[in-house]
């Protein structure tokens, strides 16, 4: 392949399965095309969405074999160290990256694994939410983060992808926290957008195999066979979303990213190459609402009855009792205290509190078992509603 092969904003290319063979040809060419930096003697931070601990074939993490193929690039281009490392909102982040294979993959290529326990202030310079969060201490001592996104749904942003991945540099159930202080769709984004901005990144995503349905964490694997990258985690991402069918458009903090990235109101195209979105095929790709239009359609109508009707058909967390095998995981990372576990034999149950509940889905996030589904309850919201 000839090195002067034309650049552009973001590489996007076919590569079908996670063999070696074509996995390495295939970051390699996307690095060209996307201007990767040099990183010669340099450290590096490699970070791979790492939700929970389940097996790749889940398409709930990014690939270990992906890893591996990025690993070995950046070694050949002479970085000196390299680091894997990320921080599930539940559990541990060594036991995550051990069940989806990710540890392995990181060690038997040469980089080495890394919590993100301690934690240190960073800037957020002209950040609309943030002007400083307390992220991974590893940061001060690296010189590049590279983002390593999967392409999945998301219940409460719609899209989660390069820009996203980035709040995992945000230590644990600290995240928790950040969906409490921002509870809407609109405020959240820009919160995020705020830390993307700031960070130092190259990313390469995994759209070898996508999550459609319910993501980001009980959706289904979705053979989607493309590469992407960029040096813009807004650009990559507003391409990989018109990959599977959406309109950049109606993401908001989509729009917020590519505003801020651009310096302009009004957003250009990114350009792709050596394909663009139109060509990847996508018909069959199950793509979840655009999370921010009913809290838009509502806004017009009256305060007391929008509370109301709000309560009443938003999408809400469905707890089902068969399937849950008790873990808690939900109850620990609810942010706004809104669950609590009742064990009555071997049924557990979860009880919410609809008055506490932001829906911010981060119980759906978190749930190994598949226990939890969004969708709507209007009666038992519309009756407590109306009670207050």
Same mark, same amino acid.
């Given at each position: ?23 390495? *040809? ?10 990767? /930096? ?49 921080? /599930? ?44 969060? /307390? ?54 984004? +820009? ?50 979303? +018109? ?25 250009? *195209? ?6 663009? /979105?139109?060509?990847?095929?996508? +018909? *069959? ?20 009855? &929008? ?72 009666? &038992?919201?519309?009756? &407590?509603?109306?009670?207050?």
């Amino acid at each position: 392949m000839s090195t002067t092969e034309k650049s552009a904003d973001v590489a996007l290319l076919r590569c079908e399965s996670y063999d070696k063979k074509f996995l390495d *040809e295939a970051i390699a060419r996307a690095a060209r095309i996307a201007g990767f /930096p040099d990183v010669q003697g340099k450290t590096l931070l490699l970070k791979p969405n790492i939700l929970n601990a389940s097996p790749a074939a889940k398409a709930v993490t990014t690939n270990p074999a992906f890893l591996g193929a990025v690993i070995r690039f950046v070694k050949s281009k002479g970085a000196t160290r390299i680091l894997v490392g990320d921080s /599930p909102g539940w559990q541990p982040g060594v036991l995550a990256a051990k069940a989806s294979g990710i540890y392995d993959a990181a060690q038997r290529n040469g980089a080495t694994w890394v919590d993100f326990h301690e934690v240190a202030a960073h800037a957020v310079p002209n950040g609309k939410k943030l002007k400083n969060i /307390p992220l991974t201490s590893l940061l001060g001592g690296i010189d590049l983060v590279i983002n390593l996104p999967k392409l999945k749904n998301h219940q409460l942003m719609t899209y989660t992808g390069a820009m996203k991945n980035l709040f995992g540099l945000l230590p644990g159930t600290a995240k928790s926290a950040m969906h409490l202080q921002y509870p809407s769709v609109i405020d959240f984004g +820009e919160m995020l957008v705020d830390i993307a901005m700031s960070i130092p990144c190259f990313s390469f995503m995994d759209g070898i195999v996508a999550m459609q349905g319910e993501g980001p964490g009980s959706g289904t694997p979705f053979q989607l066979g493309i590469v992407l990258a960029s040096g813009s985690p807004a650009a990559l991402d507003w391409v990989a979303v +018109e990959c599977v069918g959406y309109d950049p458009w109606r993401i908001p903090y989509l729009v917020d990213g590519m505003q801020r990235t651009q310096g302009v109101d009004t957003v250009a *195209e990114p350009s792709t190459a050596p394909l663009a /979105p139109g060509d990847i095929n996508h +018909e *069959e790709f199950e793509r979840l609402p655009y999370c921010s239009e009913l809290g838009k359609r509502l806004d017009s109508i009256p305060s007391t009855l &929008r509370r109301i009707l709000g309560s009443a058909i938003r999408l809400r967390p469905i707890f089902h009792t068969k399937p849950c095998i008790g873990c808690k995981a939900c109850v620990e990372i609810c942010p706004a205290k809104a669950l609590e576990l009742e064990k009555k034999g071997r049924v557990n149950r979860i009880r919410i509190d609809d008055h506490l509940c932001i829906t911010c889905f981060c119980c759906h996030e978190v749930c190994p078992a598949k226990a939890i589904s969004i969708g709507k309850a209007p009666l &038992r919201i519309a009756h &407590r509603a109306l009670a207050r």
